[in-house]
């Protein structure tokens, strides 16, 4: 499994070295870059997750359904705790940014590729669980994080997003059976095709505007990749593979989808609040290298858990 997901990773590195060049031949702007984000945020990630569910019905996809829900709450649970305690509130350090970017992963933009990669709609099926949980969290949590002002109108938000509607109409057609008809189903399975590249390759657009010497030479960036890609996954592990009669497909997705680099919405509520959008940004380029070394050695560590406990 673990070589899987290296394999993987370093299909999606060289996806993001396409996008750097894109982006320093000027091929991709930064403003067609927000509109590119824009579409995978609002189609392209919808149509994948709607797709998931276009699967047969079977009672145990509903009991391991329910249990990732279960699963994803807990990690995240987890992962807030985690973030105060190893991120200490300081004056001159950004710390909220720090504190969310140890929590939120990037779940559905290189969640998403990765897990359907590996596991197909199944795996995808159960990371809609995850992604629900991080909607809700992070338009709670997450908002009263980088802001400051506790404003849970934006759970009301949450709701109208095209992420969770193509999780709600998902689940009607997954729990009435309905399927769609053959041409509908092969065009929206063109549109879930191109979830990989492009996500890649505008995270790579991304990463190219910003400053990789002034990255490389800010130890803080490491500490807090190392906090988010490696110590709290790490912890997370113990729990998760502790507990008996969990599949592993819905273990591992879990797991993928807490270890992913740190969320891209750091760097967006960042600039929406006024926030050091730069070092949310900064924090997000070197997570998402990283995570190309990070993610195998999670995975193949929670496997020799799994087998030791």
């Given at each position: 499994?673990?070589?899987t997901?290296?394999?993987?990773?370093?299909?999606?590195?060289?996806?993001?070295?396409?996008?750097?060049?894109?982006?320093?031949?000027?091929?991709?702007?930064?403003?067609?870059?927000?509109?590119?984000?824009?579409?995978?945020?609002?189609?392209?990630?919808?149509?994948?997750?709607?797709?998931?569910?276009?699967?047969?019905?079977?009672?145990?996809?509903?009991?391991?359904?329910?249990?990732?829900?279960?699963?994803?709450?807990?990690?995240?649970?987890?992962?807030?705790?985690?973030?105060?305690?190893?991120?200490?509130?300081?004056?001159?350090?950004?710390?909220?940014?720090?504190?969310?970017?140890?929590?939120?992963?990037?779940?559905?933009?290189?969640?998403?590729?990765?897990?359907?990669?590996?596991?197909?709609?199944?795996?995808?099926?159960?990371?809609?669980?995850?992604?629900?949980?991080?909607?809700?969290?992070?338009?709670?949590?997450?908002?009263?994080?980088?802001?400051?002002?506790?404003?849970?109108?934006?759970?009301v938000?949450?709701?109208?997003?095209?992420?969770?509607?193509?999780?709600?109409?998902?689940?009607?057609?997954?729990?009435?059976?309905?399927?769609?008809?053959?041409?509908a189903?092969?065009?929206?399975?063109?549109?879930?095709?191109?979830?990989?590249p492009?996500?890649?390759?505008?995270?790579?657009?991304?990463?190219?505007?910003?400053?990789?010497?002034?990255?490389?030479?800010?130890?803080?960036?490491?500490?807090?990749?190392?906090?988010?890609?490696?110590?709290?996954p790490?912890?997370?592990?113990?729990?998760?593979?502790?507990?008996?009669?969990?599949?592993?497909?819905?273990?591992?997705?879990?797991?993928?989808?807490?270890?992913?680099?740190?969320?891209?919405?750091?760097?967006l509520?960042?600039?929406?609040?006024?926030?050091?959008?730069?070092?949310?940004?900064?924090?997000?380029?070197?997570?998402?290298?990283?995570?190309?070394?990070?993610?195998?050695?999670?995975?193949?560590?929670?496997?020799?858990l799994t087998?030791?406990l």
């Open positions: 499994m673990a070589s997901i290296l394999y993987k990773t370093a299909i999606m590195l060289i996806l993001i070295g396409v996008g750097i060049m894109c982006a320093k031949t000027g091929l991709i702007s930064k403003s067609s870059n927000k509109e590119l984000s824009k579409f995978m945020l609002q189609v392209v990630n919808p149509v994948v997750i709607f797709m998931s569910y276009q699967t047969d019905y079977r009672s145990e996809l509903v009991r391991n359904l329910l249990l990732a829900f279960v699963l994803a709450l807990g990690t995240m649970v987890l992962a807030i705790v985690l973030s105060y305690l190893f991120v200490r509130r300081k004056d001159g350090r950004e710390y909220e940014i720090e504190r969310f970017s140890a929590v939120y992963s990037n779940c559905g933009f290189m969640g998403i590729p990765l897990v359907n990669a590996i596991y197909g709609n199944e795996g995808v099926f159960y990371l809609t669980a995850y992604i629900t949980v991080f909607n809700l969290i992070v338009w709670t949590h997450g908002v009263i994080l980088i802001s400051g002002e506790k404003d849970f109108r934006q759970v938000k949450v709701f109208y997003s095209p992420t969770i509607i193509a999780i709600f109409l998902g689940m009607i057609t997954f729990f009435l059976r309905i399927r769609l008809p053959g041409a189903s092969e065009a929206l399975g063109l549109i879930k095709e191109v979830n990989t492009m996500a890649m390759i505008v995270s790579g657009v991304t990463i190219s505007g910003t400053n990789m010497m002034k990255i490389l030479k800010n130890h803080r960036i490491y500490y807090i990749c190392l906090l988010k890609l490696m110590i709290v790490l912890i997370i592990s113990v729990p998760l593979s502790l507990i008996s009669g969990v599949d592993d497909t819905v273990r591992m997705t879990v797991l993928i989808a807490a270890a992913a680099p740190p969320a891209t919405m750091c760097t509520l960042s600039l929406r609040y006024g926030k050091n959008s730069i070092y949310a940004s900064e924090i997000f380029a070197a997570g998402t290298i990283l995570s190309v070394v990070t993610l195998p050695l999670i995975v193949k560590t929670t496997e020799h087998k030791i």
